[in-house]
């Protein structure tokens, strides 16, 4: 029996770890971690994406492009380009610099710029979507895939309002629910379209900057304003052409011959009754249940809100009603029979106008995302050497803080509490984690001698011509992008 060859040794990669966030991956050669943000080249952690640089020289709106340094000659001005900390690695563990310290001068005085990708466990999204639709209770539960993700909150003039993510949906539930919050707030804030359940309410797509989808209809307008609102703003042009106007809404139902805007114009009682809560003359609440219906109520014929006429205060054979919602989206004209019960009729073209202005003064709906967090922690040592100074200095107005360029409101009060518009963001702008947690870009802007008087790391500022040459650690790759603002978010 001949003795077999000796098999090959089988050898595995050699892994290295990735500290670029709490998992601490170990990623072999060639393969990405968990995050699909960092990866193993050469024996070296790699941001997967490039850098991304906002260019003023770049068309507003333009497509990202590689940003080429052949077309480059080695010249630019103070505002010209704003390195924005999308692509650019993060400060975690957070005992080191930021990865970019960015020294330029703008108008004459040197600021810098101080750019990483911070990890956010505080954060979430509030949520603006313009409907009068009902889209659920006041502290409903709001789901994705199932687990909760948020709530509604407080509507606003013309708008439902909802709030989701936080710390207690990423991390103070289940892991699926952990999971799902992460993934829908990744998907909210880089712009993506995902659909939502309100328990006890409708089916919602939300992306930021297009027309909700609610249960299935996509919304065209919000409404001019509520009932009482439209009836100031539309009186005198229904004056002389109908007799009485109802314009429906859920919050406050108007009624133009009692309304103030109507005495003013000496407009003669009718005998309508409307069945809601008298608020104040000519203005109704609760004159019907939310919904999808007329003026974001749950009716679809609008004479449901309607009690007997009054002979005895003005109603008569012949009287005209016009009803409307508050964009004008659904209307109904109609005269009073020998027995004062409406009977339905053709809009007169006279009026066509006017319901065609509502509609015209309606704006396009759209759904708005804001990113909020809370940019606190350890992330400022990334900054400073000390860092409540960074905060100080961020509440006196020192320090400004922009998301991937974008300006943000930072909340009065303790901490660095943030707000963001995610469209006025590069594409792509954020990531996550599988903690979990969101990754954000974050940029802080000051004058050079006032981060010298926090404490900042002023050793490790580099030009913005050197960064865009040699790149830094966690790769070289830069692209640029024309802003999606106008601005360079400096």
């Known amino acids: ?33 968990a995050c699909d943000r960092y990866a193993n080249q050469g024996g070296r952690i790699i941001r997967c994406d490039p850098l991304t640089v906002l260019d003023r020289r770049i068309a507003k709106g333009d497509e990202v492009k590689p940003f080429l340094k052949a077309d480059w000659d080695g010249t630019l001005s103070g505002d010209d380009l704003f390195v924005t900390a999308v692509g650019a690695g993060t400060t975690y563990p957070d005992y080191k610099p930021a990865p970019f310290i960015v020294s330029r001068e703008l108008d004459g005085a040197d600021f810098v710029t101080v750019v990483t990708e911070a990890i956010f466990s505080y954060c979430g999204v509030k949520i603006k979507i313009d ?61 993506e379209a995902v659909e939502l359940s309100v328990d006890g309410g409708a089916s919602v797509i939300v992306q930021a900057g297009q027309p909700p989808i609610v249960d299935g209809q996509r919304e065209e307008r919000m409404r001019v304003g509520c009932g009482s609102a439209t009836i100031g703003m539309f009186a005198s042009q229904w004056q002389g052409l109908v007799d009485e106007v109802v314009v429906v809404d859920d919050h406050i139902t108007g009624v133009v011959s009692e309304h103030q805007a109507g005495k003013v114009l000496g407009w003669p009682d009718t005998g309508i009754r ?110 400073t050497k000390n860092p409540v100074r960074l905060t100080r200095s961020v509440q006196d107005e020192k320090t400004r803080v922009t998301v991937g360029g974008a300006p943000a409101y930072v909340w009065p009060g303790g901490g660095i509490t943030l707000m963001a518009d995610v469209t006025r963001m590069p594409d792509n702008a954020f990531g996550s984690v599988p903690t979990p947690a969101i990754v954000a870009p974050l940029e802080f802007t000051l004058p050079r001698a006032e981060y010298r008087a926090l404490g900042g790391h002023d050793d490790k500022a580099r030009s913005v011509d050197d960064i865009l040459e040699h790149g830094g650690d966690y790769g070289a790759d830069v692209r640029a992008v024309g802003p999606v603002t106008g601005k360079d978010g400096a």
């Open 131 to 191: 409907t009068d639709r009902h889209l659920g209770p006041e502290g409903a539960v709001v789901r994705a895939k199932g687990e909760a993700v948020g709530l509604v909150i407080t509507s606003e003039y013309g708008s439902q309002m909802l709030s989701l993510g936080g710390v207690d949906h990423l991390t103070g539930g289940s892991k699926p629910e952990g999971r799902v919050t992460c993934d829908t707030l990744l998907r909210l804030c880089n712009r």
């Open 274 to 383: 409307i069945k809601g809560r008298r608020s104040t003359p000519g203005r109704y609440f609760q004159v019907a249940e939310p919904g999808l219906g007329w003026g974001g109520t749950d009716i679809t014929d609008p004479l449901t809100i309607l009690g007997e006429w009054n002979p005895k205060k003005g109603a008569r054979p012949g009287l005209t009603l016009l009803m409307v919602s508050t964009t004008g989206e659904q209307f109904a004209y109609y005269t009073l029979d020998d027995d004062l019960v409406p009977q339905p009729r053709d809009l007169p073209e006279a009026l066509r106008a006017s319901v065609e202005l509502i509609a015209e003064n309606c704006e396009p709906a759209l759904c708005t995302v804001m990113f909020m967090g809370g940019a606190g922690g350890s992330l400022r040592s990334g900054v």
């Open 1 to 33: 029996m001949t003795d077999r060859p000796p098999r090959p040794e089988k050898t595995r990669p050699e892994k290295i770890r990735c500290d670029a966030c709490p998992v601490m991956c170990y990623i072999a050669e060639g393969r990405i971690g």
